[in-house]
């Protein structure tokens, strides 16, 4: 298959528990190329996965290939998803990857389905899907064509540079449907993004992609998410931050600041203690009772952060409440996936809000 040739790691009866009862397991891969990564292929029954009804996002599909993520971003919303397998939300995210290696038939199964009406589809809602493996893998140009063919618009958001090796097969996609990217850069100090994104592709190459795709004809935001506090929410920060976004082409920006969900919370505040204990303090009072930073932090950093948004000359593209979303630039209005949250990051409409319990649903629909 995929890793012919590959040091291979049979999977005992017991392993995965939780992924066993839900899909079928084929194998358990471990190659050099990936130290320290396990990829658990499985053979999924179908590819397009339902947002739980009542929630914020304003899409109702999504499409996930992988589940778990090499980039090992410590700020993962996604990470509590992983408990759904029986698998934790650190290390275990990091390196025990889910890989549905028939995305591609599946998805073309459900689209042929007479009840299909051809909604938009998003594509990194939860795990990337140009994380590492893709490069093995090659699941996106099945996932894209099969989308295009159906007639299916949809919405890529990633921080992996292998969006450029699909560039054209999205740019023949984009012949037939709608087709929006957006690249994820949360971090413009590469010292700092070594530790807490340490499997992500570098600033530079990202702000590179992102160029390459407006070359080839795409209007691309970048989602400045999450802003970090007392970390990356400086003005001198955020400024050449934005500035290197403009250069490279992008129409707009979107951002918020850092939220952390259980789960979440306790991976990210290892990190803290290790590398930046002074903060630790500062954090606690910030996100101590929840999971979100007081409105009167995110009401400062908008009031920062706008203006500058504004002098680089970027749109202020409305925030989309997961960070998987896409979003609609100016020369496409007509998309309803922008509307969740106004220009300040705040919920248009509060009483829309997902429960945790939700938000561990909807990111654990996925076979």
């Not at 010292?191 to 070359?215: F, H, I, Y």
């Not at 952390?260 to 303090?281: C, H, M, Q, S």
């Not at 948004?309 to 989309?320: F, Q, V």
């Not at 945790?356 to 654990?364: D, H, I, N, P, V």
Request: glycine share 8%; with cysteine; charged share 20%.
């Amino acid at each position: 298959m995929r890793w012919d040739g590959q040091a291979l790691q049979a999977t005992t009866p017991d392993a995965l528990p939780g992924l066993a009862k839900i899909s079928n397991l084929i194998r358990s891969v471990q190659t050099p190329e990936f130290a320290g990564v396990t990829f658990h292929e499985v053979a999924a029954k179908s590819a397009l996965n339902r947002v739980p009804a009542g929630g914020p996002v304003p899409f109702a599909w999504t499409i996930n290939p992988y589940r778990g993520c090499s980039h090992a971003c410590v700020y993962c919303f996604a990470r509590p998803s992983h408990a759904y397998l029986d698998l934790d939300a650190g290390k275990d995210f990091d390196s025990q990857v889910i890989v549905k290696v028939n995305v591609a038939e599946a998805l073309r199964r459900d689209l042929a389905k007479p009840s299909w009406a051809a909604e938009h589809v998003a594509l990194g809602t939860n795990t990337d899907p140009y994380q590492r493996a893709e490069g093995r893998y090659r699941l996106m140009p099945g996932v894209i064509a099969a989308l295009a063919e159906a007639n299916t618009p949809f919405s890529i958001l990633t921080k992996g540079t292998l969006l450029r090796r699909d560039l054209p097969v999205l740019t023949e996609a984009a012949r037939s449907v709608d087709v929006q990217l957006a690249m994820s850069i949360a971090i413009f100090d590469d010292s700092l993004q070594s530790t807490m994104e340490p499997g992500t592709p570098t600033t530079a190459a990202r702000l590179a992609t992102v160029g390459a795709a407006v070359s080839a004809g795409f209007q691309v935001s970048v989602f400045m998410m999450p802003i970090l506090p007392f970390l990356t929410d400086g003005e001198d920060h955020l400024d050449a931050a934005l500035g290197m976004i403009k250069a490279a082409g992008a129409t707009g920006v979107t951002y918020s600041s850092l939220h952390l969900r259980p789960g979440v919370k306790e991976w990210f505040a290892r990190w803290l203690n290790t590398y930046r204990p002074d903060l630790t303090p500062r954090y606690r009072t910030l996100y101590g009772d929840g999971a979100y930073a007081p409105k009167e932090y995110r009401g400062h950093l908008a009031s920062i952060i706008k203006p500058l948004i504004a002098a680089h000359g970027l749109d202020i593209a409305p925030t989309d409440p997961g960070t998987g979303s896409a979003v609609a630039v100016a020369s496409k209005p007509s998309s309803h996936r922008a509307s969740a949250r106004d220009s300040n990051g705040e919920w248009r409409d509060k009483g829309r809000s997902m429960s945790a319990a939700q938000l561990t649903s909807a990111a654990s629909t996925l076979f």
